[in-house]
């Protein structure tokens, strides 16, 4: 039986933070955290970083990887939190200041946004949590520390289209890049192969979820999505400092800032937005010093042009995976939006011969879709709550993917589309420049190549 919001948040009305701990050993460095929510259950995950192929350059207990571990910690009690949504965290082992505290309040309360409408909560932001350190902490910036930096750069690699797009983009300084992943799935480590990187290249993580929290799912307690990126975020950067790299290029891409439900800021995608990418670096900034600059390289285009750069990227096309429903099995599952989504992108600048080759089916002829394509056009008011991209880019990408077919008759998604949108304009989209980004001006000779890569597709 499903339990309520407000009865929960009534019952059990604190939620502790109670500690966190760096292990190391030869073969391992685990990050531990203890969660409690008293009365309910005690939670204790944890992070495990094979050591084997590491080049550490700074020690995994350092006084920077201290407080990344912590803040990692706040990052990750989020999903435990949100079992019984409690209105007062209580932080046992370390200090929030009132900016920290606002900071992590706007980041739970936007990043739940998903979760909080798909539970049919209406939360308040001005009290659905507080944030409560035992001891008091200023509002200064944080000091710099004496951090060894071994000149590298730290690529997040998800097995997607993005990734290896960045691959790519970065393909002239290998010898730079470390790769990194998190729970690695086959399509990860094929795409490091398939860009010409080794085995021992990739810095890997593993996350364990506690059987606690998965229980009281079972039992009815509220479960939903949660800001996973923002894990990503300062996980990537524990690790950039453990091997010295001074820069994580992430892949997120502008088409990230769209709302997933029309006319509100609920987003799917918020913690892979230019608004959390702003703020993470601003906490960088002020917790972590200058050891790492975090920005995204992709955060200059949107997904269609992604797509026409990924369509020439044949070597990846056999590899990649950006399937959630099939990541664990290293699959498409062909039957949810994100398939839908992906496939329409490279219809868009594949013949559908190749396009169904990549995927195993054609799925415009699968009108069991149909739903998610209305949503993925904004024919209705909700997108598929994945990773997507914008209504406007979708309809540019199967205005394209119609012109694949010729004279040809169309598959029934293609046919609805027409018949109910009619044609669109895919040059402004091919064309579309995003300045808000924080790309190094070192990497713009990158970016513009795939500005033009793009506009080559207009016709």
Known sequence: MSKTYTALRTQFNVFRYESYSIECDADDIVLRWRFSIPGLADFSPTTRIPAENLQLANAPDSSLAQKMAFALGLAEAVSYWKCACSPTVEILCGTLSEWDAEWWKNLWFQGLGEFFYRNNIQPDFADFVT????????????????????????V?????????????????????????????????TDCALAAGYSKSNIVRTYRTIDPELLRLNREGYLNGHTPFSAVTAFLSAYCAVLIGADEIALSNESSANEPSVAGTDINH????????????REYGARHFGSAVHCYSLLRPFNELQIAAQFSALSEFHPVFRSCNAGSKTNIWCGKCGKCLFTFGLMSAFLPPEKVTAILGQNLFENTGLLPDLEGLLGITPVKPFECVGTIGEFRAALTLAVTQYGNGTLPPLLSEFVSRMGASKPTSYLLERNNQHFVPQDRMPAVEEMYNHAAKFIK
């Not at 001891?135 to 590298?152: R, T, V």
């Not at 990734?163 to 998190?182: A, Q, W």
């Open 269 to 280: 995608q918020y913690s892979k937005s230019y608004a959390f990418e702003r703020d993470f």
């Open 156 to 188: 997040p690699i998800g097995g997607g289209k993005d990734s290896c797009v960045s691959l790519h983009l970065l393909r002239g300084e290998k010898v730079h890049n470390r790769l990194f992943t998190i729970n690695d799935q086959p399509a990860r």
């Open 131 to 154: 944030f409560r350190s035992i001891q008091s902490a200023s509002d200064s910036y944080g000091p710099e520390y004496g951090i060894k930096n071994a000149g590298l750069r730290l």
